[in-house]
């Protein structure tokens, strides 16, 4: 018999309006991996956050190896042996492997000093132990996401934690990252520890379950072993309603060729790229984080420099120094990182969506308030983004709502082209399908899309047409007809390259 | 719902006219600390006391709220003073006198934009280098001399527009004019990008060195007014005047609810925050506070004023985010 190692009976909790969790019965058995999924906003992050001792709870009790407890803070958590890992990983860029390993617990000889040796021997013990090879001395600023992510591991396993909650580790590393990941994992899960992994990708899910649970509108709809569950049936518990598999892909006519970009070349690493696109069209770019694909379409967009290539709009050559130049061109950008590049938090909804387009509005400089108002609902209704009104605060919506205010932003524009980069990136399902709607709908108005993403089966679905990236360069194309996961693998792995 | 509704409102309600519930308690308070606080005369008084830094406020508002900042206004003020009244003294002209002061403001500002935008600067060191460049030049140019009998440019700082003080009447105009940029024009909706998400507002197509530049350059014909005005006021072109204005413009657009991060601020916010300085100033002189005392109290108060916006912003935030966001994701979730 397995023993619980954490176990949260009854929780609930409520802000302000809205009861975020309702009577959460929730439990890990040591060496085991119990996944939790749900839609954003279904209380995931809450009921984590009260494990970690964030929040506190209203109601309802904590145990911890049986033992009645209370988490006070993440401190306390973290003496109670709880770690988290987060999505959104917050680090020092200028803190050593080892210096952030013992962050706040460095061991100290006489007068305070830190005791560097030691922290040396237990590092190197550490990585010898996990079997990794870090340089000690490396600084996380030149580590990746999943390096950074491997670290916090080693942090719980360094502060010999049981409780492992990991959320949504994977949104950002690559297919390779994972595998190293999930070995981690099963590893932990074979030294006794429980983990809890937030996730709302099934192929993962399944990979990886014990138990799933499945959360939604702040309750616990399901909790059951993995092997009684198929995805569909996860889905259709996540969202509460039957999901078709399918995309809302549909056929239209594809025109002539509306953008051609030859021989880019750039800083950021990537060269003698060529494409084209053609009216109503959504063309695909695929290929493995830091194939460069993000960093062509910034060249493209004006947001970053080139050494050399051209860029024709409609069969004319056109100039493109900045991305005031590209909206001219009629060509926008949504970008993979909404919160750096796409929103500004704190001013309201109808600031952000006429951010790009002020001359339909100001007249000679002069606001014109009504036309605003009215042109900025007429948008977001069209789009669907669910608010209170358009004065309220961007920070203050769900991921999904906040994407669709950006894409309400570049349809003010109504531009010809559209680079979608990870578009539904930390987005729940519901709002996934949306945007795939939209996009859609927009290519049936005779407008093209670009649509840049890491996750295979979406750019199966939606594409037309296909580009695969690796090391900077565009390594194959396909139709839609040759569209396969395998195929597209192993362009992006760059495994067909022509024997010379 | 509904109750959200109104909750949120009333949280809108709450963050963006507290200044001015604070303002009006203030003034119910002095009034019955002492009767002649609310007399015409006191308030004309406090009114054109504080109208030459206010005039700053409103450049440091446009500028904090572009992720800016100008420590220099105190000095290019003095330089554009001293300079203006040179061109006087030289000329008998008091237009041409009046445009070389705006001009110099201008100029030097047009310095400061350059350094932040052009070299990458942060505002904080381009300016502070600037704050010691327009004294050393200030100092040089008059050989650290003042520069009396002024004349008749002493209509700048006393004379009247029916009862209006002159520098109350720039000020009101001054502050009429930061409120129409800010709200009313797309270089005022730009701003507020460049400062609340510099990166994305580049990414909207927003020249960012464009709006930032601008910026300086308002606050530039800002601070080359508030020289003239001062120095007017005052009766001499003084190298020396207005040390530690700048920071006193910056405590009213502080406390008038200028986010130091950026993006947040409101020409009515500063213009209360100028007058809370003054009317805080003036009750403690009426009542007879001992002056190292206020400046101890006024500190505090600064301190006290963004504390508690902090943490209203926290609170805000956490009930915001905890109250609005799961409904949406819920109707979302069943739609």
């Given at each position: 018999?397995q023993?619980?190692?954490?176990?949260?009976?009854?929780?609930?909790?409520?802000f302000?309006?809205?009861?975020?969790l309702?009577?959460?019965?929730?439990?890990?058995?040591?060496?085991?991996v119990?996944?939790?999924?749900?839609?954003?906003?279904?209380?995931?992050?809450?009921?984590?956050?009260?494990?970690?001792?964030?929040?506190?709870?209203?109601?309802?009790?904590?145990?911890?190896?049986?033992?009645?407890?209370?988490?006070?803070?993440?401190?306390?958590?973290?003496?109670?042996?709880?770690?988290?890992?987060?999505?959104?990983?917050?680090?020092?860029?200028?803190m050593?492997i080892?210096e952030?390993?013992?962050?706040?617990?460095?061991?100290?000889?006489?007068?305070?000093?830190?005791?560097?040796?030691t922290?040396?021997?237990?590092?190197?013990q550490?990585?010898?132990?996990?079997?990794?090879?870090?340089?000690?001395?490396?600084?996380?600023?030149?580590?990746?996401?999943?390096?950074?992510q491997?670290?916090?591991?080693?942090?719980?396993i360094?502060?010999?934690?049981?409780?492992?909650?990991?959320?949504?580790?994977t949104?950002?590393?690559?297919?390779k990252?994972?595998?190293?990941?999930?070995e981690?994992?099963?590893?932990?899960?074979a030294?006794?520890?429980?983990?809890?992994?937030?996730?709302?990708?099934?192929?993962?899910?399944?990979?990886?379950?014990?138990?799933?649970?499945?959360?939604?509108?702040?309750?616990?709809?399901e909790?059951?072993?993995?092997?009684?569950?198929?995805?569909?049936?996860?889905?259709?518990?996540?969202?509460?309603r039957?999901?078709?598999?399918?995309y809302?892909?549909?056929?239209?006519?594809?025109?002539?060729?509306?953008?051609?970009?030859?021989?880019?070349?750039?800083?950021?690493g990537?060269?003698?790229?060529?494409?084209?696109?053609?009216?109503?069209?959504?063309?695909?770019?695929?290929?493995?984080?830091?194939?460069?694909?993000?960093?062509?379409?910034?060249?493209?967009?004006?947001?970053?420099?080139?050494?050399?290539?051209?860029?024709?709009v409609?069969?004319?050559?056109?100039?493109?120094?900045?991305?005031?130049?590209?909206?001219?061109?009629?060509?926008?950008?949504?970008s993979?990182?909404?919160?750096?590049?796409?929103?500004?938090?704190?001013?309201?909804?109808?600031?952000?969506?006429?951010?790009?387009?002020?001359?339909?509005?100001f007249?000679k400089?002069?606001?014109?308030?009504?036309?605003?108002?009215?042109r900025?609902?007429?948008?977001?209704?069209?789009?669907?983004?669910?608010?209170?009104?358009i004065?309220?605060?961007?920070?203050?919506?769900?991921?999904?709502?906040?994407?669709?205010?950006?894409?309400?932003?570049?349809?003010l524009?109504?531009?010809d082209?559209?680079?979608?980069d990870?578009?539904?990136?930390?987005?729940?399902?519901g709002?996934?399908f949306?945007?795939?709607?939209?996009m859609?709908n927009?290519?049936?108005?005779?407008?093209?899309?670009?649509?840049?993403?890491s996750?295979?089966?979406?750019?199966i679905g939606?594409c037309?047409?296909m580009y695969?990236?690796?090391?900077?360069?565009?390594?194959?194309?396909?139709?839609?007809?040759?569209?396969s996961?395998?195929?597209?693998?192993?362009?992006?792995?760059?495994m067909?390259r022509?024997?010379? | 719902?509904?109750n959200?509704?109104?909750r949120?409102?009333?949280?809108?309600?709450?963050?963006?006219?507290?200044?001015?519930?604070?303002?009006?308690?203030?003034?119910?308070?002095?009034?019955?600390?002492?009767e002649?606080?609310?007399?015409?005369?006191?308030?004309?008084?406090?009114?054109?006391?504080?109208?030459?830094?206010?005039?700053?406020?409103?450049?440091?508002?446009?500028?904090i709220?572009g992720?800016?900042?100008?420590?220099?206004?105190?000095?290019?003020?003095?330089?554009?003073?001293?300079?203006?009244?040179?061109?006087?003294?030289?000329?008998?002209?008091?237009?041409?006198?009046?445009?070389?002061?705006?001009?110099?403001g201008?100029?030097c500002?047009?310095?400061n934009?350059?350094?932040?935008?052009?070299?990458?600067?942060?505002?904080?060191?381009a300016?502070?280098?600037?704050?010691?460049?327009?004294?050393g030049?200030?100092l040089?140019?008059?050989?650290?001399?003042?520069?009396?009998?002024?004349?008749?440019?002493?209509?700048?700082?006393?004379?009247?527009?029916?009862?209006?003080?002159?520098?109350?009447?720039?000020?009101?105009?001054?502050?009429?004019?930061?409120?129409?940029?800010?709200?009313?024009?797309?270089?005022?909706?730009?701003?507020?990008?460049?400062?609340?998400?510099?990166?994305?507002?580049?990414?909207?197509?927003?020249?960012?060195?464009r709006?930032?530049?601008?910026?300086?350059?308002?606050?530039?014909?800002?601070?080359?007014?508030?020289?003239?005005?001062?120095?007017?006021?005052?009766?001499?072109?003084?190298?020396?005047?207005?040390?530690?204005?700048e920071?006193?413009?910056?405590?009213?657009?502080?406390?008038?609810?200028?986010?130091?991060?950026?993006?947040l601020?409101t020409?009515?916010g500063?213009?209360?925050g100028?007058?809370?300085?003054?009317?805080?100033?003036?009750?403690?002189?009426?009542?007879?506070?001992?002056?190292?005392?206020?400046?101890?109290?006024k500190?505090?108060?600064?301190?006290?004023?963004?504390?508690?916006?902090?943490w209203?912003?926290?609170n805000?935030?956490?009930?915001?985010?905890?109250?609005?966001?799961?409904?949406?994701?819920?109707?979302?979730?069943?739609?």
């Amino acid at each position: 018999m397995q023993k619980t190692l954490l176990e949260v009976r009854n929780i609930s909790k409520s802000f302000p309006g809205v009861k975020a969790l309702e009577d959460v019965c929730f439990s890990v058995k040591e060496g085991s991996v119990h996944v939790l999924c749900g839609e954003n906003g279904a209380g995931k992050s809450t009921l984590m956050k009260i494990i970690n001792g964030i929040y506190q709870p209203d109601g309802g009790e904590t145990l911890i190896k049986g033992q009645k407890v209370e988490i006070t803070s993440p401190i306390k958590a973290g003496e109670l042996g709880v770690s988290m890992i987060f999505q959104e990983l917050n680090y020092t860029p200028e803190m050593t492997i080892e210096e952030s390993l013992f962050a706040g617990r460095w061991p100290k000889k006489s007068f305070g000093r830190v005791d560097w040796k030691t922290i040396r021997q237990k590092t190197l013990q550490l990585l010898k132990q996990e079997n990794l090879s870090y340089d000690p001395e490396t600084k996380l600023k030149d580590l990746s996401i999943s390096n950074l992510q491997m670290l916090e591991i080693l942090k719980a396993i360094s502060r010999d934690a049981d409780i492992i909650i990991m959320d949504e580790p994977t949104s950002s590393i690559t297919n390779k990252e994972i595998e190293i990941l999930f070995e981690k994992i099963a590893d932990l899960r074979a030294r006794g520890k429980g983990i809890v992994y937030i996730s709302h990708k099934m192929d993962e899910i399944f990979r990886i379950a014990d138990e799933i649970s499945i959360l939604r509108d702040g309750k616990v709809i399901e909790t059951r072993p993995k092997d009684q569950f198929d995805i569909d049936s996860v889905i259709s518990l996540m969202v509460g309603r039957a999901l078709g598999q399918g995309y809302p892909k549909e056929e239209v006519p594809v025109g002539d060729v509306v953008l051609e970009v030859d021989g880019f070349s750039g800083p950021a690493g990537f060269s003698n790229v060529s494409f084209n696109v053609r009216k109503g069209e959504i063309v695909g770019f695929a290929g493995l984080v830091g194939a460069g694909r993000t960093e062509v379409m910034r060249a493209l967009f004006g947001l970053d420099d080139r050494f050399g290539g051209t860029v024709k709009v409609h069969g004319a050559p056109v100039r493109v120094r900045n991305v005031q130049d590209s909206i001219r061109n009629g060509v926008v950008m949504l970008s993979e990182d909404r919160r750096r590049y796409g929103i500004v938090p704190i001013r309201d909804v109808k600031e952000n969506v006429t951010l790009a387009s002020m001359d339909q509005f100001f007249q000679k400089g002069r606001l014109n308030a009504s036309k605003e108002r009215s042109r900025v609902e007429e948008i977001c209704k069209k789009i669907n983004v669910k608010m209170a009104s358009i004065d309220v605060q961007v920070s203050t919506l769900s991921g999904g709502n906040q994407q669709k205010v950006v894409l309400s932003k570049w349809m003010l524009q109504d531009p010809d082209i559209l680079i979608l980069d990870e578009p539904t990136r930390g987005i729940d399902v519901g709002a996934k399908f949306e945007i795939y709607k939209l996009m859609t709908n927009l290519v049936k108005e005779g407008k093209s899309i670009i649509m840049v993403s890491s996750e295979l089966p979406e750019l199966i679905g939606m594409c037309d047409r296909m580009y695969v990236m690796a090391e900077g360069r565009i390594t194959g194309e396909l139709d839609r007809a040759e569209f396969s996961q395998e195929a597209i693998m192993r362009y992006a792995m760059n495994m067909t390259r022509k024997a010379v | 719902m509904n109750n959200l509704m109104t909750r949120e409102k009333w949280q809108t309600i709450k963050s963006r006219y507290s200044i001015y519930l604070v303002l009006i308690v203030m003034i119910i308070v002095c009034n019955l600390l002492n009767e002649n606080f609310l007399s015409p005369r006191n308030l004309s008084n406090i009114s054109a006391q504080i109208s030459v830094t206010t005039i700053l406020a409103f450049g440091e508002t446009i500028l904090i709220i572009g992720g800016l900042l100008d420590l220099s206004c105190g000095s290019v003020l003095a330089l554009a003073g001293v300079l203006s009244v040179y061109v006087f003294k030289e000329t008998g002209s008091l237009s041409l006198a009046f445009a070389v002061g705006l001009i110099v403001g201008v100029l030097c500002n047009f310095v400061n934009g350059i350094l932040v935008r052009r070299f990458n600067i942060p505002a904080f060191i381009a300016t502070l280098a600037m704050m010691t460049v327009a004294r050393g030049i200030a100092l040089l140019f008059t050989k650290g001399q003042n520069i009396y009998q002024i004349g008749d440019y002493v209509w700048f700082g006393q004379g009247k527009i029916g009862f209006v003080p002159l520098p109350v009447f720039f000020m009101i105009i001054v502050g009429i004019v930061t409120w129409y940029i800010l709200g009313h024009t797309s270089f005022g909706r730009s701003l507020y990008a460049v400062g609340g998400n510099e990166e994305a507002a580049r990414a909207s197509g927003i020249n960012v060195g464009r709006i930032k530049i601008g910026a300086y350059l308002i606050n530039g014909a800002f601070v080359g007014l508030a020289g003239i005005l001062l120095m007017a006021r005052t009766n001499v072109g003084a190298p020396n005047a207005g040390q530690g204005y700048e920071f006193e413009a910056l405590t009213a657009a502080i406390i008038g609810g200028t986010s130091f991060s950026g993006g947040l601020g409101t020409a009515g916010g500063t213009l209360a925050g100028a007058f809370i300085v003054g009317f805080l100033n003036n009750i403690m002189n009426l009542t007879g506070v001992d002056s190292y005392l206020q400046q101890v109290i006024k500190g505090g108060i600064i301190a006290l004023a963004v504390g508690y916006d902090m943490w209203a912003k926290v609170n805000r935030t956490r009930k915001t985010l905890g109250a609005a966001k799961l409904p949406n994701e819920r109707k979302e979730a069943k739609a």
